[in-house]
């Protein structure tokens, strides 16, 4: 009787281990599948508005797809960034935080957030000076980071409003904390000049 129990735990265990990780990899596959669309879509609005000047865009009108693409060298980011903050948009992409400026925008703090385990994993590598670039399909940008930082949920200054045309990124903290993170690590970048931006 003992060994039929056994039995049938084993079997319950193999058949909980084999969901979760075809959970895992469906989650994986459907992340990659929409950056994949995502960074398409975009690269395809930048050769469009290359042709066509008059097709210009600001990145507020983009209500629907893709409002540009981070990429982070140091941290082997290439991701596409949606408007918002919300589970579903941070499963997918890098979100912009509501209430602050819009990739693209001249001004302002621009604020995006992504999951520690996902997009922002390498998060924590970044150190002073290193690039952070923001592209729109009409627009790139170059940030150099200033400084990193830990911080309480509570502390919402860091995104205070600016008139500089400032960066910051946030994500849970520690990194490899099981649960909620109780902490948040945010990342501070300035705009430069750039001669090869355009």
């Not at 922002?120 to 952070?132: A, C, M």
Request: charged fraction near 25%; include cysteine; glycine fraction near 8%.
């Amino acid at each position: 009787m003992g060994s039929k129990v056994i039995r049938l735990m084993e079997y319950s265990l193999f058949v909980l281990g084999f969901a979760c990780m075809a959970l895992f990899l469906w989650s994986v596959g459907e992340r990659e599948w929409f950056q994949h669309v995502y960074l398409s879509q975009l690269s395809e609005e930048r050769e469009v508005e290359v042709a066509n000047p008059s097709a210009l865009y600001r990145a507020t009108e983009l209500r629907s797809g893709p409002l540009g693409r981070i990429e982070i060298p140091r941290a082997h980011l290439s991701a596409a960034i949606l408007d918002g903050v919300d589970t579903e948009t941070l499963d997918l992409a890098v979100g912009h935080v509501p209430g602050t400026a819009y990739p693209g925008e001249a001004n302002g703090r621009v604020a995006l957030a992504a999951h520690r385990d996902s997009f922002f994993r390498n998060l924590g590598t970044l150190k002073k000076g290193d690039t952070i670039r923001l592209e729109t399909g009409h627009r790139l940008r170059e940030y150099k980071v200033e400084s990193t930082e830990v911080v309480k949920p509570e502390q919402t200054e860091v995104l205070a409003a600016s008139r500089e045309p400032l960066l910051t990124l946030i994500t849970c903290y520690p990194f490899q904390y099981l649960g909620s993170a109780p902490d948040r690590f945010i990342v501070q970048a300035r705009l430069v000049e750039n001669p090869n931006a355009y």
